[in-house]
Every structure is written in structure tokens, then in C-alpha cells.
């Protein structure tokens, strides 16, 4: 259940759910683990709320081949100006031949949760160079 959750939350966040009328600024960044480019998965910036950030919205962004990622909040590029509570989620892709099998994670699974990833970013108008990259322990 909770991997359909995360579903329902991805496909909000990409394609809208009343974010119309939000100015964004572009967002970008790298994720590496252990200094290695992460290169499947995603980003989420959750509005964190405790920090003053009242957009209704989340932001994702998909990794690519060399860890790099662009956030798109409602289906348009870029995130509202605020504090996020950051998650990032990575999986093996699913064995066919035994699809019950649980998803491996390729990254530590704390770092899926906003509650426990322990990553938190604040997106400016201008933002200093890498102030969007992720390094994560192995």
C-alpha cells in the first residue's frame, strides 16, 4: 500500500492538482551516494509547513543516467520559494519472472520517508552553485 501511495503523490505532483496560480523558480540539482551518481529514481521537495512554507503543492523531479534531477510542480518546472523536507527514493527495477518479490531499495530506505530522511533545502530566487545537490551515505 504504501508503494501506491507514493504513486498517488507522484502523479498529483506532476500533473496538478490547482497549482496554477503559484510563482516557481527553477530547481535543479545532483544526487550522489557516496560520491557516486544515483542513477535511477526520484526527488520529492515536500512544503515544510514548521518552516513557514504554506504551498499545498510538492515538487518532483526524476533522476537521470548522471544523478541529475528538475523539479515540475503541477505539471510546470520548477518549485515555489520555501523550506522543504526532502525525499529521495531509488529502487531496483521489478524481477519479472518473480513479481511478489519485495522492491530492493538501491538507496537506504530512510531516505524515502520526509519524517526521517534527515534532508531539508530551501529553495531561494538565487540560488548558489550545487545549493540543490543531494549527497547521501551509502
Known sequence: MKGFSFFA???VALFGCGGGGE???PVGGKVTVGGVP???GSVTFHPDSDKGNSS?????????AEGTYKLMTGGREGAPLG????????QAPIDLNNP???PKHL????????????????VVARPAPGAYDLKLTK
Not at 523550506?83 to 531509488?90: D, E, G, H, M, S
Open 9 to 11: 503523490v507522484w502523479v
Open 23 to 25: 510563482k516557481l523558480t
Open 38 to 40: 544515483l542513477a535511477a
Open 56 to 64: 499545498l503543492n510538492i515538487a518532483v523531479g526524476a533522476l537521470d
Open 83 to 90: 523550506w522543504y523536507k526532502v525525499t529521495v527514493t531509488a
Open 100 to 102: 511478489y518479490a519485495m
Open 107 to 122: 538507496i537506504k530506505p530512510k531516505f524515502s520517508d520526509a519524517s526521517t530522511s534527515g534532508l531539508a533545502i530551501e
